[in-house]
């Protein structure tokens, strides 16, 4: 099936009655939306739809004693009750131009769609013309109606979905910004960091143009560098330990909780012993020989605590902040996957001394781009942050105080940010409950493990994912899922112990165990705020017959 795009005879049609044509182009419209694809108007298009229907109107109800008047409001009357549940499409300067051609409406159609070249959309049109010029864009009614329309995939993430609800608010904060012409730290970089800190509960919001920048931001701000160990996540993206790297220090993993997937706290205050007594014994350490050596290669000071908020749910800060405290070391969240959880009352990104997230599109809260941010209560660090954030910029652009990054965050990044942002608490309601409906109806398929969330936590729901009992019915799973078109990723294949990136470190597969077995068994089922129940009760039909 295909997105439609309604030429202005068939909006004539459907809202004047126009027979016989008025029957076919209702039920094509009706068929492309009870299949979930969008219908679309052109905002080009109005006037004309307006004294269109109004003029028909007017021929059809002469003899009643209907006035150009009368037409003219109930032309705007049946306009409007029909144009409720269609989307529109913005008219941009470059189909103005058309003057030139014979059908100057029927190109201004045409270059609209060509904007969708990644999407499957037609004009749906009875003009036999425009037709015959442009076939491959254009489809009857009639042959609509003719065409067999199966059963559509699942999204793994839906953000048409999204941009279809925050459309006219988006175009109105991007076109504002190509308007001003401010693209690096314009006016709504400000509006997004305020927003942002009201949100998260915290002091300083800090933008930036990743969540791997935001992560290298933090380190950079607490000191880390050569001969420092970061103890973070072995089950997670390579972003999380790669910042660790790139400035020198070395990446000390601790094993996962098998439950949450997160740091486990007691194996992170192991690990610190095991580093402050340079015993690889008492703990595996980056650099310990596989002959059995009790020493590191390499005498590490202990730098500072990286956890992972995995898939949406925060680790356990409370724990990890008693162990951080014990031994003197600054706590920075990567949050990038768990914006909008909660944790004991507190929110996810204000959870450790700086808070990291990111603004891949997938996430939570996504840009169209790359996109990132901090937060933090501490005024000295956010001063750094800010500082670090444009090249080590002090008092002014061209004196350097500190080494930095360009890591600006761009104002069109933030104007979508900022539409995105009014829905996002509904958002992650909506997850929730999407949550909650895979719980009730997988909790009872033999071999699976569900997420568990512990007492005092909510997630973001950034993914929803499942442990079987082996990597074979994970594959015959995913398998199953595959010939019904339903999309599931494995979040992540290779723990980054095992990664060729970090061979140097001399970790062996078994010095992570659990991450280990978790990387042979997880898998991700399709999560976002737009999942239907009915989508829900086919994903998961599929699972319990598999």
Not at 374 to 386: I, K, N, R, S, W
Request: hydrophobic fraction near 35%; charged fraction near 20%; include cysteine.
């Amino acid at each position: 099936m295909m997105d439609l795009l309604l030429d202005v005879d068939i909006v004539v049609d459907v809202c004047s009655g126009r027979r016989p044509w008025s029957f076919s182009s209702a039920e094509a419209i009706c068929k492309c939306q009870d299949s979930g694809q969008r219908v679309w108007l052109y905002t080009g298009s109005v006037q004309n739809m307006e004294f269109a229907v109004a003029k028909e109107i007017y021929n059809l109800n002469q003899e009643r004693g209907f006035s150009l008047a009368n037409s003219l409001e109930a032309a705007r009357k049946v306009l409007a009750e029909f144009c409720t549940d269609k989307h529109w499409l913005a008219s941009l300067a470059g189909e103005g131009p058309v003057f030139c051609y014979d059908d100057p409406e029927g190109e201004q159609f045409i270059s609209a769609l060509k904007r969708f070249s990644n999407y499957s959309i037609k004009l749906l049109t009875r003009d036999s013309r425009l037709a015959a010029r442009y076939p491959e864009y254009t489809i009857a009614p009639e042959e609509y109606l003719g065409q067999c329309g199966g059963a559509t995939g699942v999204k793994f993430v839906d953000l048409q979905t999204q941009q279809d609800r925050i459309r006219p608010g988006l175009e109105r904060r991007v076109h504002r910004v190509l308007h001003h012409g401010k693209y690096i730290m314009g006016p709504e970089i400000k509006e997004l960091e305020e927003g942002l800190s009201s949100f998260v509960g915290c002091r300083h919001c800090i933008s930036c143009s990743s969540g791997t920048d935001a992560l290298l931001m933090a380190l950079m701000a607490c000191g880390v560098g050569p001969g420092d160990a970061v103890f973070t996540s072995p089950f997670t993206f390579i972003a999380t330990a790669e910042v660790i790297a790139l400035l020198g220090a070395t990446p000390v993993f601790v094993d996962i909780d098998p439950l949450t997937f997160n740091m486990d706290p007691q194996q992170l205050e192991t690990a610190i012993q095991a580093v402050h007594n340079n015993d690889p014994q008492l703990y595996p350490l980056p650099g310990s020989l596989s002959s059995g050596s009790n020493k590191t290669a390499t005498s590490l000071n202990p730098g500072c605590i990286l956890p992972v908020d995995l898939f949406g749910l925060p680790a356990d800060y409370d724990s990890i902040h008693r162990v951080a405290d014990k031994y003197g070391l600054r706590v920075v969240e990567d949050a990038a996957q768990s914006l909008g959880a909660q944790y004991q009352g507190r929110s996810a990104g204000n959870l450790a001394h700086i808070g990291c997230t990111s603004f891949f599109p997938a996430k939570p809260l996504g840009a169209y781009g790359d996109g990132g941010a901090l937060f933090t209560d501490d005024e000295d660090l956010a001063h750094e942050l800010v500082s670090i954030r444009v090249h080590g910029q002090g008092g002014h652009k061209y004196d350097n105080a500190r080494i930095g990054i360009n890591a600006r965050l761009d104002s069109m990044q933030a104007a979508v940010l900022l539409s995105k942002l009014e829905i996002f608490p509904e958002e992650i309601e909506s997850r929730q409950r999407a949550a909650g409906r895979y719980r009730e109806i997988l909790n009872s398929v033999p071999g699976l493990q569900n997420p568990f969330v512990p007492t005092g936590y909510t997630s973001a729901w950034a993914q929803y994912s499942l442990l079987a009992q082996n990597g074979e019915q994970r594959e015959l799973l995913q398998s199953g899922l595959r010939d019904r078109d339903i999309p599931s990723v494995i979040y992540y294949p290779k723990p980054l112990h095992q990664q060729s990136a970090f061979s140097y470190l001399a970790y062996r597969p078994s010095d992570m165990p659990i991450s280990q077995d978790c990387a042979q068994r997880i898998f991700s089922l399709p999560m976002h705020p737009y999942l239907s129940e009915n989508e829900q009760e086919r994903i998961c039909s599929c699972i319990s017959k598999t």
